[in-house]
């Protein structure tokens, strides 16, 4: 298999561009999570689906941010606009089994720098 | 509020040293995950420790679980410059997602 994908893995933009970071889950997990890392703040999870249904968004920073997982294979995170303090690395993960507090595989992460 | 300590933060350990990190929760949590994240790279799994007493081992590292005092520990044996990296620890509280703590960083000095 070949784990959980992520793209880009790295991207520069502009202040007040809109970002979209894409995340291919492992095939067959059923649960979809989003995380931020930051020097600061450390791993946050911003949202989480369960069978394509966001269960828990409240780590979500502002409305600036939005997620979507349109079906079992596909999720985006759409930051519009960017602004310089949302540059983190964004890791996605999914979980094989019937919860979601199963082992968590992480993907290689996207690099996010606003200037 | 659910929290979730390790400590040191930060540890330079010689290689061949014994050493300990210590993942400290707030509230109860059966089932309890560790983590390993090498610099600028993802998180890999390395261990769950699903009840109280559970211990696992791999290698030169072996993790256990004290869910009464809300404990669990990442034990390095004899270790070598490989284990350098950052390890996470993050227990299931029961609210559906896992909540990872600070991070160590260990860096093993030849």
């Known amino acids: 298999d070949a784990g959980v994908i992520q793209s880009p893995r790295h991207e520069v933009t502009e202040m007040g561009q809109e970002v979209t970071l894409r995340c291919k889950p492992i095939s067959g997990h059923n649960s979809l999570f989003w995380y931020r890392q930051t020097m600061m703040r450390g791993l946050e999870l911003l949202i989480y689906f369960n069978n394509n249904v966001p269960i828990d968004d409240s780590g979500m920073p502002e409305d600036r941010f939005s997620a979507k997982m349109p079906n079992a294979s596909f999720s985006t995170l759409k930051i519009q606009p960017s602004e310089p303090r949302d540059s983190a690395v964004y890791f996605c993960?999914?979980?094989?089994?019937?919860?979601?507090?199963?082992?968590?595989?992480f993907g290689p992460g996207t690099r996010l720098t606003v200037l | 509020e659910l929290k979730v300590e390790q400590n040191p933060l930060f540890l330079s350990m010689q290689e061949g040293k014994n050493y300990t990190i210590y993942c400290n929760y707030s509230t109860t949590s059966d089932r309890l995950y560790w983590y390993r994240q090498d610099p600028g790279k993802s998180l890999e799994s390395l261990f769950v420790?699903?009840?109280?007493?559970a211990v696992k081992q791999e290698g030169r590292l072996m993790a256990s679980l004290d869910t009464k005092a809300r404990l669990s520990t990442l034990h390095i044996t004899a270790a070598v410059h490989d284990l350098s990296a950052t390890y996470f620890c993050?227990?299931?509280?029961?609210?559906?997602?896992?909540?990872f703590g600070t991070g160590t960083r260990l860096t093993i000095i030849p």
């Open positions: 993050a227990p299931d509280f029961g609210n559906e997602k896992l909540t």
């Open positions: 420790l699903l009840s109280n007493g």
């Open positions: 993960a999914s979980t094989a089994g019937g919860t979601s507090t199963d082992t968590q595989y």
